[in-house]
């Protein structure tokens, strides 16, 4: 479960998130949606423990990230949107490592990665250097490792960026039957039919703040419109950008 | 090319440095403060020992001058080297690594205002260090000997083509370098350029023979020795051509064929490095683009074994810390460098006269104590290599430790152990090597032993320290990370420490000698505050770095 309370962050005079307050409760695959510079990946990077908020607080599985960092960060698996990751470690002393960050280590875990590194057609690849690897390997690797130390709540920002159509499928089936089982996922994405066909709940943000939330039939009923959530999206955030570009290629 | 396509080229790099003058003037006021107090501090002690020293051979009747000389030839030659170094260092950055480039190698942007701008922006990186501590020097020359008022300008008139000579040499070197060697292998081509340096290193010091100067006693006349100070070292370096330059206008007797050949040889350099830039440029920069695949060995058991007792997440960082470093050849490459720079410092140790007649006990044990000093100098130098990066080093993979439940405290202790370690036993062979060398009595070998262990702690934990609070996670070439503002903040903290740490010590190693040597009481109590406030800064100066490190990184956001 993760609980935000009046959550904020301020860049000096720019306020990037205003007192956001949202639940995603357990068993929940949560989306988070809205153009670019809305606030999300700040958003999700504070839920992470990488930003500290300026203002407000966040619970992870029902612990207070400001007051106990390091349980709260244990329960927490995070996938960032750029795949920045040690070079010159192998796939599996990766995540060997991130398992070793969380504290775990041994047989179990061992296995758990060359699983995980199979799921995603890394097995072939474990032993080689991830200055080797594409840009979309890398972005699996990030994905496995945030499953290897087996979290019960994990942050996605951005998971499709770079992955071919086998895996961006897999990591949808992978996505669901995680959060069937009593996980949490909140993921912030651009693909808005990855979000329409994955997310219980979706949450539509601008400008630091969230401009709508619920289910896809919420948002429609809210939206009074019987669109898809692209149209909902553009009415919601402003859909000028389009007629500009039009207006900007015929001058 | 137009001045207009290069000063273009170069806009966005002069941009950012007048945007982070301005947006950043206000926290940045203190570490300026801190920079100009340190560094006033560092000019004036450099200014201060080459004046007097200036001041001793003006002093000395026929060879005075020439000594003088000599010596401004000596500090030349090694600026000269390290600006060879630091250029083809930094020029596989500029050229081939940095993030602009995909961009301005994409544009129709004109080839020459490319190398222009490029060229101009790998000398101010690699040089200005050189500069700054060239500039006391050069001072110091300048009122020692009446240079007069047009002697500031007659000084950057030897000095720019003094710089600009080793970045058209240094970029071309690296250009060839990375079209030679396989693609896959670019940033290996370091290990290459490392080891010609060493060598180059160890072909300078055989020519110079430093150790005859020492001893004039060792040449046949008078005649002889004097020959060996007017003669150049090499008639063909243009630290040669800086000297007579410099020195023939401070003794009114004009060298303006010096001038010519610095301006027209760094001019004649930069024309051959254009045409090589455009015949082999589009090519290298393919090469350099390819990623460099290899399998890693398969996991060991024995570092598993040896580190067994450690705790999960502790082990697992020195393990990456291990794998890391060893893997990159751009880091280990430089240990041979390190090596052949001991291995050259232990010699000269041993080529002291410190063993012949009429040298005293006294002057044998008083010897290897001035040593720490040097000692001190080459684990700075490490530290600052290999160190003081090391936090920089985790900017882009910060996201991963700090949503882990990694404690900030152990991530910098982890680095503080991997570094350390090496170091200390790198200091105790290089102390413990020239003690026995040298024949120095029990008491001196423990004093220097037991000195340069917590000195090297103090260094190592200054350079982590320095390295936390001035992160330069930007960076794309870690070996330039030391030549940062933190990094030369550290350089010079570094040399405080090992000073104020020397002096301490002076007394109660002076009372110690004296003792043996004179037979003059021993002092207990001066011995004992000596030695105990030099171990107690060296603890502090441990520790303080540290803890304000941990603060910084527990509230650093990235």
């Given at each position: 479960m993760i609980r935000l309370s009046r959550l904020t962050k301020r860049y000096g005079d720019f306020t990037a998130v205003a007192g956001v307050d949202l639940v995603v409760p357990r068993g929940e695959l949560f989306g988070f949606l809205g153009p670019n510079g809305a606030g999300k990946t700040t958003t999700l990077r504070m839920i992470a423990g990488i930003l500290q908020p300026s203002s407000g607080t966040v619970e992870i599985a029902g612990i207070d990230l400001a007051k106990d960092p390091m349980a709260a960060k244990s329960k927490l698996g995070f996938i960032p949107d750029r795949p920045f990751i040690y070079e010159k470690l192998t796939g599996a002393e990766f995540l060997r490592f991130v398992a070793g960050l969380y504290r775990q280590s041994g047989a179990d875990i061992e296995r758990r990665g060359d699983e995980l590194l199979a799921l995603f057609d890394l097995g072939e690849w474990k032993n080689e250097l991830v200055e080797s690897y594409s840009h979309g390997m890398r972005q699996k690797l990030i994905i496995a490792s945030a499953f290897v130390h087996r979290p019960e709540v994990i942050v996605v920002d951005e998971p499709m960026v770079g992955l071919d159509p086998k895996a961006a499928r897999l990591l949808k089936e992978l996505f669901r039957e995680y959060v069937s089982r009593g996980n949490t996922i909140m993921m912030s994405t651009h693909t808005l039919e990855v979000a329409e066909t994955l997310c219980d709940r979706i949450a539509i943000v601008q400008k630091g703040t969230i401009r709508a939330l619920g289910t896809m039939e919420e948002l429609r009923a809210n939206a009074r419109s019987g669109a898809d959530l692209e149209e909902i999206f553009l009415r919601l955030t402003g859909e000028s950008g389009a007629r500009t570009a039009v207006q900007v290629l015929d001058a | 090319m137009t001045p207009a396509a290069l000063l273009h080229i170069l806009g966005p790099k002069l941009q950012t440095v007048r945007a982070r003058g301005r947006h950043g003037a206000r926290g940045r006021t203190g570490r300026v403060v801190l920079f100009v107090g340190i560094g006033a501090l560092f000019w004036a002690f450099i200014f201060g020992i080459v004046f007097r020293l200036l001041s001793y051979f003006k002093n000395v009747p026929e060879i005075g001058t020439l000594l003088a000389a000599k010596l401004?030839?000596?500090?030349?030659?090694?600026?000269?080297?390290?600006?060879?170094?630091?250029?083809?260092?930094?020029?596989?950055?500029?050229?081939?690594?940095?993030?602009?480039?995909?961009?301005?190698?994409?544009?129709?942007?004109?080839?020459?205002?490319?190398?222009?701008?490029?060229?101009?922006?790998?000398?101010?990186?690699?040089?200005?260090?050189?500069?700054?501590?060239?500039?006391?020097?050069?001072?110091?020359?300048?009122?020692?000997?009446?240079?007069?008022?047009?002697?500031?300008?007659?000084?950057?008139?030897?000095?720019?083509?003094?710089?600009?000579?080793?970045?058209?040499?240094?970029?071309?070197?690296?250009?060839?370098?990375?079209?030679?060697?396989?693609?896959?292998?670019?940033?290996?081509?370091?290990?290459?350029?490392?080891?010609?340096?060493?060598?180059?290193?160890?072909?300078?010091?055989?020519l110079l023979r430093p150790e005859r100067l020492i001893r004039p006693e060792g040449f046949r006349s008078l005649v002889d020795f004097l020959a060996v100070l007017r003669t150049p070292t090499s008639p063909l370096l243009p630290s040669e051509w800086v000297q007579s330059g410099v020195v023939g206008w401070l003794t009114y007797e004009g060298d303006p064929l010096s001038f010519v050949l610095l301006w027209s040889t760094a001019a004649a350099l930069v024309v051959f490095g254009a045409l090589i830039h455009r015949a082999l440029y589009a090519r290298a920069f393919s090469k350099a683009q390819e990623s460099a695949g290899r399998t890693a060995a398969p996991r060991g058991r024995i570092a598993d074994v040896m580190l067994g007792l450690i705790p999960i997440t502790r082990r697992e960082l020195v393990l990456k810390e291990f794998r890391v470093f060893f893997r990159d050849t751009t880091q280990w490459s430089q240990l041979i460098l390190l090596v052949v720079l001991v291995l050259v410092y232990i010699f000269n140790v041993r080529l002291l006269p410190l063993r012949g007649d009429g040298v005293t006990f006294f002057l044998a044990n008083m010897v290897p104590f001035l040593n720490l000093i040097l000692a001190g100098f080459v684990l700075a130098s490490i530290a600052a290599r290999f160190l003081f990066p090391t936090v920089s080093m985790e900017g882009r993979t910060w996201w991963l430790l700090k949503a882990s439940p990694l404690s900030m405290r152990d991530l910098l202790w982890a680095?503080?152990?991997?570094?350390?370690?090496?170091?200390?036993?790198?200091?105790?062979?290089?102390?413990?090597?020239?003690?026995?060398?040298l024949g120095v009595s029990e008491f001196m070998t423990a004093v220097s032993v037991g000195t340069i262990t917590l000195m090297?702690?103090?260094?190592?934990?200054?350079?982590?320290?320095?390295?936390?609070?001035?992160?330069?996670?930007?960076?794309?070439?870690?070996?330039?990370?030391?030549?940062?503002?933190?990094?030369?903040?550290?350089?010079?903290?570094?040399?405080?420490?090992?000073?104020?740490?020397?002096?301490?010590?002076?007394?109660?190693?002076?009372?110690?000698?004296?003792?043996?040597?004179?037979?003059?009481?021993?002092?207990?109590?001066?011995?004992?505050?000596?030695?105990?406030?030099?171990?107690?800064?060296?603890?502090?100066?441990?520790?303080?770095?540290?803890?304000?490190?941990?603060?910084?990184?527990?509230?650093?956001?990235?």
């Open positions: - | 401004l030839g000596l500090v030349l030659l090694s600026f000269f080297g390290l600006l060879l170094l630091s250029n083809i260092i930094t020029a596989l950055s500029t050229f081939f690594l940095a993030r602009d480039l995909d961009l301005l190698v994409g544009s129709p942007a004109d080839w020459l205002a490319v190398y222009g701008a490029k060229l101009i922006e790998t000398t101010v990186n690699s040089s200005w260090m050189v500069l700054l501590m060239a500039a006391p020097i050069f001072t110091a020359y300048g009122i020692a000997y009446d240079g007069g008022w047009w002697y500031p300008l007659v000084a950057l008139a030897a000095i720019v083509p003094f710089l600009i000579i080793p970045a058209a040499v240094g970029t071309a070197f690296t250009l060839l370098l990375v079209n030679i060697f396989p693609a896959r292998r670019t940033r290996e081509v370091l290990s290459i350029i490392t080891i010609v340096s060493a060598g180059g290193i160890v072909l300078a010091f055989r680095k503080f152990w991997v570094g350390t370690l090496p170091l200390v036993l790198l200091a105790l062979g290089i102390v413990f090597a020239t003690d026995v060398l090297t702690f103090a260094l190592a934990g200054l350079a982590i320290g320095f390295g936390t609070i001035f992160p330069q996670f930007e960076t794309e070439n870690v070996a330039q990370i030391p030549t940062s503002f933190g990094g030369l903040l550290f350089m010079m903290t570094a040399i405080a420490l090992i000073g104020a740490t020397i002096i301490l010590e002076a007394r109660p190693v002076y009372v110690y000698l004296s003792a043996r040597s004179f037979g003059t009481p021993m002092d207990a109590t001066s011995m004992v505050i000596g030695f105990s406030a030099a171990g107690a800064l060296c603890l502090v100066a441990t520790f303080a770095p540290i803890r304000l490190a941990l603060r910084r990184l527990e509230r650093l956001e990235r």
